[in-house]
């Protein structure tokens, strides 16, 4: 790590001991212009895990600087030498995944097959971006009329900001950080205030790679803050800002798209979702447990592609439900880092309190808790895994993305009934459907309103994949061929 003149503040003792905790300007760690710093939790235990450096304003300001003056140079480097600085990436992450899981389960709460899990899956996005930055597609033809010779050249958009959430601490940065390296692009990346502590860690491995091939390490700029405002308001107004990527809440993805409209900004947005999941007649039931307990477990049911409506068919609903309940009511709650954990806390204390007042609602308006229910005795930010039956779809519970482990089960009749409630949201991330019957499958990819769908499978993210939703879920991908356009501009030379 390099040294730096004003020292940022250090972490706690539970986590490695030379994690960095300030900003990351220019390739030096530093402490915030201000001094000031904000505190990091602990969600199983409540307790402060460290202090990291709050970024303010002209914080933000210097690290566009640094960006800036480091793509002049990031563009012009080899897109041969940016896939190996990547693969180089992807086996630091490797190599360090039980240091990097135990700090997601630290500050984010995840059991730590989870968090190894995660890891798994950055390193996955890092690899497959090594991989695209030397496949580049552009374009070379003589123009119809025959009059002169059509060049499409990919061009890298320039400095990008990444704001990225606390569900997925280095998942989240790796989709976007890896193709904007990839494509030539330098970065300032928001981590979420919650889970600021992986991002430093992935941070440092990235500056450290890049210092050691004397590649510009000012292309990676990390600027935590307890005020996101504070760094978007800024960046955002600023014309060296070319490229916005944010994944979040719809409500903050809006407000940002409106302050990105004034600079003509590129942007792409991986916002909320409501994800339907349904259970057909004719569906493997053992497999659509299963799967339900995978769509809706993963990280406490905290992820936009979370299964947050069982849609099941009144053939199979009873049993559906009883095997559902029962499979619930298998798992262990505890801290990550217990052995034998199956599902973690969730983030905050607002967390837990909101999913309180949606499960209240329902059973105040009718629903039947089957399981769970309530909070666990003792401190840290737990709910039981729930059930609700006999939900209605003007529920809140239904209505609203719950971020937590309820799974509300609805019933339906028809398959064009169950297509009908599975579309009735904004919201059009990903749906997950059981079935065996081909033909029903083909009709769902026609009727389905989302951005993904999972049939007879309760995951469906990987890096080689398009990731991205429609409606008030978002707009563009990340991931797969698609996920690196979103950082480069077609430039078109007629000759
Ligand atoms: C998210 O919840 O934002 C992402 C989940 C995933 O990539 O699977």
């Known amino acids: 790590m390099t040294a730096s003149s004003s020292s940022p503040p250090t972490a706690g003792s539970a986590l490695p001991a030379d994690l960095p905790t300030g900003l990351l300007i220019g390739g030096e760690w530093r402490a915030a212009g201000s001094g000031g710093t904000f505190a990091v939790h602990d969600p199983a235990t409540t307790d402060v895990l460290a202090e990291v450096s709050d970024a303010g304003e002209q914080d933000a300001l210097d690290a566009l600087t640094a960006a800036d003056a480091a793509f002049r140079e990031w563009r012009t480097v080899a897109p041969r030498d940016r896939s190996e600085l990547l693969r180089a990436v992807f086996e630091a992450i490797t190599a360090r995944t039980d240091e990097i899981a135990a700090v997601i ?56 900001l990444l704001i990225t959430p606390w569900n997925f601490p280095i998942a989240m940065i790796a989709r976007k950080l890896a193709p904007a390296l990839a494509a030539g692009c330098s970065v300032v990346v928001k981590p979420a205030q919650l889970t600021p502590l992986t991002t430093a860690l992935v941070a440092e491995i990235v500056r450290a790679e890049l210092a050691a091939r004397h590649l510009p390490t000012g292309v990676v700029n990390v600027v935590p803050s307890s005020s996101a405002s504070r760094i978007s308001r800024p960046l955002l107004a600023d014309p060296r800002l070319r490229k916005l990527s944010f994944t979040g809440s719809t409500e903050v993805g809006a407000s940002l798209l409106k302050q990105a409209a004034d600079g003509i900004l590129r942007t792409s947005m991986e916002l909320g979702g409501n994800a339907p999941f349904l259970v057909f007649d004719d569906a493997d039931l053992d497999a659509a447990v299963e799967g339900a307990v995978a769509a809706k477990m993963r990280n406490s049911g905290q992820t936009c592609v979370a299964a947050n409506r ?34 973690g806390p969730l983030i905050q204390q607002s967390a837990v309190d909101r999913v309180t007042e949606v499960v209240q609602q329902a059973d105040d308006a009718g629903a039947q808790v089957r399981v769970g229910g309530m909070r666990p005795e003792g401190r840290g930010w737990f709910y039981l895994p729930t059930v609700l039956d006999g939900v209605t779809p003007d529920m809140r519970v239904v209505t609203e993305e719950v971020f937590g482990p309820v799974a509300p089960v609805l019933r339906f009749g028809s398959e064009d009934e169950g297509v009908d409630l599975a579309n009735a ?71």
């Open 105 to 160: 389960t630290a500050e984010g709460g995840k059991p730590l097959a989870e968090s190894r899990a995660e890891v798994a899956y950055a390193a996955d996005y890092v690899r497959w971006f090594a991989e695209q930055a030397v496949r580049m597609e552009g374009l070379a033809r003589r123009a119809p009329a025959g009059t002169h010779h059509q060049l499409v050249l990919r061009k890298p958009v320039g400095p990008a």
């Open 310 to 343: 069982f849609l099941v068919q009144e053939g199979v609903a009873e049993e559906f439900t009883a095997r559902l309940t029962e499979a619930f009511g298998r798992l262990v709650v505890g801290p990550g880092d217990r052995p034998g954990t199956t599902v």
């Open 425 to 495: 949201t904004p919201f059009g991330l990903v749906a997950y459907a059981y079935t065996r019957d081909v033909g029903r499958v083909m009709r769902l990819t026609e009727r389905i309103d989302a951005g993904m769908l999972g049939v007879n499978r309760g995951m469906v993210s990987d890096a080689s994949a398009p990731f991205g939703g429609v409606k008030r879920s978002g707009l563009g991908r990340e991931g797969g061929e698609a996920g690196i356009e979103e950082y480069v501009d077609p430039m078109y030379v007629a000759l």
